[in-house]
């Protein structure tokens, strides 16, 4: 069984752009990637007193963090991935729910 994340993640509407506009197949997006700025205090805080430089491309002049991130739709098949981490399919389900804010 696939146990892991979506293989198309978030290409489909690439890889099968032909067949979806035709109507022919219907894939929608499990992970959505993005660039995202961080204004964390901390960093803020280290840029004005000169403990850490800006360099226009990760770290900007006001302190902001340049990043990028992903959302992954719930796409896995858990009882499948908790055996190939040899542990339980109920402690995998908890720690994923504590990790992820209650996400899952």
Same mark, same amino acid.
């Given at each position: 069984?696939?146990?892991?994340?979506?293989?198309?993640?978030?290409?489909?509407?690439?890889?099968?752009?032909?067949? =979806? $506009?035709s /109507?022919?197949?219907?894939?929608?997006?499990?992970?959505?990637?993005?660039?995202? +700025? *961080?204004?964390?205090?901390?960093?803020?805080?280290?840029?004005?007193?000169?403990?850490?430089?800006?360099?226009?491309?990760?770290? =900007? $002049?006001? /302190?902001?963090?340049?990043?990028?991130?992903?959302?992954?739709?719930?796409?896995? +098949? *858990?009882?499948?991935?908790?055996?190939?981490?040899?542990?339980?399919?109920?402690?995998?389900?908890?720690?994923?729910?504590?990790?992820t804010?209650?996400?899952?």
């Amino acid at each position: 069984a696939i146990v892991s994340l979506d293989p198309w993640g978030h290409l489909p509407q690439e890889i099968f752009a032909k067949r =979806m $506009a035709s /109507g022919e197949l219907d894939v929608r997006p499990t992970i959505s990637v993005t660039r995202s +700025h *961080l204004d964390l205090p901390e960093i803020k805080e280290a840029v004005s007193v000169g403990r850490l430089t800006p360099d226009a491309k990760f770290l =900007m $002049a006001d /302190g902001a963090v340049v990043t990028t991130k992903a959302a992954i739709e719930p796409v896995w +098949h *858990l009882p499948g991935v908790a055996r190939r981490f040899g542990v339980e399919e109920s402690h995998l389900r908890r720690v994923l729910y504590e990790h992820t804010g209650g996400m899952f």
